[in-house]
């Protein structure tokens, strides 16, 4: 079984390519031993300026007209 710091730490690098800073990981770490709820630490990533920031620019760019 994964600890709750593993888990974060895979959300992290699967979301933001990344390791999680240490604030980051005891706050995330904290939160998942406290509700059980991968979902609301993926919701929270998923509405995150650092996610929007990442992906969102080139969600917006549309398809190309050739």
């Given at each position: ?13 699967a ?10 990981l ?5 939160q ?35």
């Amino acid at each position: 079984m994964m600890t709750t710091e593993t888990i974060v730490t895979e959300l992290y690098l699967a979301f933001f390519g990344r390791v999680p800073d240490a604030g980051g990981l005891a706050y995330y770490s904290e939160q998942l031993k406290i509700t059980g709820s991968i979902e609301q630490i993926v919701q929270s990533f998923l509405h995150s300026e650092e996610f929007r920031g990442r992906y969102l620019p080139v969600s917006e760019l549309g398809p190309d007209h050739d």
